[in-house]
C-alpha cells in the first residue's frame, strides 16, 4: 500500500492531534468530529475541513509541499462565540506540535488567520481558521 497524499497525511495528523483533547471535544458537543461535507442530520457545533491546496516547494532534491488548509468551524445561529472558541482551541493545539505524518515530515505549521462569519441564509455562525503548513516526503 502507497503512503498517502501529502495533504491526506497532513489531514490524518490534525485528526489525531484534536481527537485526544477533552477540552476541544468539549467545545465540539462532546466529540471532535472533522467531516469533509457538512453531516447529514446532525446539528451544530461540529468542524469541517475547508478549501486546501498543496503546492510543490521541492528544494534541493527534497520532495517538499507547500499547504494551505482552512477548518471551518459550524456553529448554531447566534453562537459565533462557540464557533470561536473550538477555532482557538485548534490553534493552541497546533503551536510548536509536531505531528507524525504517514509517508512525510512536518517542517513547519503555522496558524495564518482565524476569521468569523455568518452564514446569511441559515444565520449559522462560522469560525475558519487557516493553516499554513510545509511538509517534506521521506
Known sequence: M???????????????????????AALLGGKVRIHDEPPRGSLPVYALFGEAEILDDSVDGAERHRHSHAIAVI??????????????????????????????????????????????????ARATLTLEAVTETQ
Do not use: N, Y
Not at 2 to 24: N, Q
Not at 88 to 114: E, F, N, S
Open 2 to 24: 502507497s503512503d498517502p497524499s501529502p495533504l491526506l497525511a497532513l489531514r490524518a495528523g490534525l485528526i489525531a492531534r484534536f481527537s485526544g483533547d477533552a477540552a476541544l
Open 75 to 124: 456553529a448554531k445561529p447566534g453562537s459565533v462565540r462557540t464557533a470561536l472558541d473550538a477555532a482557538a482551541r485548534m490553534a493552541a493545539l497546533l503551536t510548536d506540535a509536531a505531528l507524525p505524518l504517514q509517508g512525510c515530515r512536518l517542517v513547519t505549521l503555522r496558524v495564518r488567520a482565524i476569521k468569523a462569519t455568518r452564514d446569511a441564509r441559515t444565520g449559522e
